[in-house]
């Protein structure tokens, strides 16, 4: 069964403005891993939180996380044209090391 | 440019062809994965390989065969596929099979007829 999920599905905003994903999740997890992918792309890493910490930055990401919800967010600030991406959430459980991906939120950000 | 390359980028082949996929490292990483992307769905992890030695097979079926020769290269050979296995598939690596972040390749996108 999926393990992430992310919410919204699709995205369209004005370059500017922030974006915000969300990931809900299953099972207890070690940590979260944001990934973003181009169109046709490979997945690059973004931003990883670990299940003891509640909020992590990384330039104009803002990555929350709520063990309780079993929930993730991702807020872009200040979106530009050039992050128009598919953005993953990725959980990683200790038990087998397994690293589980979402499908995905679709972002685009318009001139 | 993550360190990951995969080749071909783009694949067509019959389902009677036999075709391989490539990807080489050059992180220096010693765990390598095949994950394959279909539209509308997560990625599916299909192979895993550990200092060379294949730890895991997500009841992946046998036309697909992972080869993993050293800890930089990966290969995918594909034989008698199917249209439904049209598409991308994804190498990956990290530094070993208890770390988290994992590096992706570009992927080869391949269609069958």
């Known amino acids: 069964s999926q393990q992430g999920e992310e919410d919204p599905q699709a995205l369209s905003i004005q370059e500017g403005e922030n974006a915000t994903m969300n990931c809900s999740y299953k099972?207890?997890?070690?940590?979260l891993q944001w990934y973003r992918q181009n169109s046709g792309r490979g997945l690059v890493h973004l931003i990883l939180?670990?299940?003891?910490?509640r909020e992590k930055h990384s330039g104009r990401l803002r990555v929350t996380l709520d063990t309780s919800k079993k929930s993730s967010s991702l807020l872009i600030t200040a979106s530009r044209a050039a992050d128009t991406a598919s953005y993953f959430c990725?959980?990683?459980?200790?038990?087998?090391?397994?690293?589980?991906f979402g499908t995905g939120t679709q972002l685009k950000v318009e001139l | 440019e993550t360190g990951v390359t995969q080749t071909p980028r783009h694949l067509v082949m019959g389902m009677t062809n036999k075709k391989s996929l490539k990807c080489e490292q050059h992180?220096?990483?010693?765990?390598m994965y095949w994950y394959k992307q279909s539209a509308k769905k997560p990625l599916e992890l299909m192979f895993v390989y550990n200092f060379k030695e294949q730890t895991e097979n997500n009841s992946v079926p046998s036309r697909f065969s992972p080869e993993c020769p050293n800890s930089s290269h990966l290969f995918l050979h594909l034989h008698t596929l199917q249209p439904e296995d049209s598409a991308l598939y994804l190498c990956?690596?990290?530094?070993?099979?208890?770390?988290?972040?994992?590096?992706f390749g570009s992927g080869t996108q391949l269609s069958v007829l």
């Open positions: 099972t207890s997890i070690n940590n």
């Open positions: 939180i670990r299940s003891n910490e």
């Open positions: 990956a690596s990290s530094q070993d099979r208890t770390n988290e972040k994992l590096f």
């Open positions: 992180l220096g990483h010693n765990a």
């Open positions: 990725a959980t990683f459980t200790g038990g087998g090391n397994k690293l589980t």
